[in-house]
């Protein structure tokens, strides 16, 4: 079973950046397809992205797309999201998530970290 370790989050200004970051252990790093999430009160939980084995493919959600990156260092076993131009509506608990295979599954994470909140002030 693979563990999950966010950090990162916190209060940032609208228009501003963050970096999250997830360490994973207890397995084998690669064979995992990573993801984030996120989640505000009295909502589901929601796909923002996610990436392959080997970081060549990666989708996003439409809100966040061309202001987000998600990116992975094998060597370090962590998984990385870059925020930028944070809007109010992004603020949130953050999730890294994961699950085996070859193909990015929205539906397929069956791993999760604990959470990190994200606050984004107007």
């Known amino acids: 079973q693979v563990q999950l370790v966010e950090s990162g989050g916190g209060l940032v200004q609208s228009g501003g950046s963050l970096r999250l970051s997830c360490a994973v252990s207890?397995?084998?790093?690669?064979?995992?397809?990573m993801g984030w999430f996120r989640q505000t009160p009295g909502k589901e939980r929601e796909f923002v992205a996610g990436i392959n084995w080997s970081g060549r493919v990666t989708r996003y959600a439409p809100p966040v797309k061309g202001r987000f990156s998600i990116s992975r260092d094998n060597a370090a076993n962590t998984v990385y999201l870059q925020m930028n131009d944070l809007k109010p509506e992004d603020t949130a608990v953050y999730y890294c998530?994961?699950?085996?295979?070859?193909?990015?599954?929205?539906?397929?994470?069956?791993?999760w970290g604990q959470g990190t909140q994200v606050t984004v002030s107007s």
């Open positions: 998530a994961a699950h085996r295979g070859n193909v990015i599954e929205e539906k397929g994470f069956d791993s």
């Open positions: 207890g397995s084998t790093f690669s064979l995992y397809i």
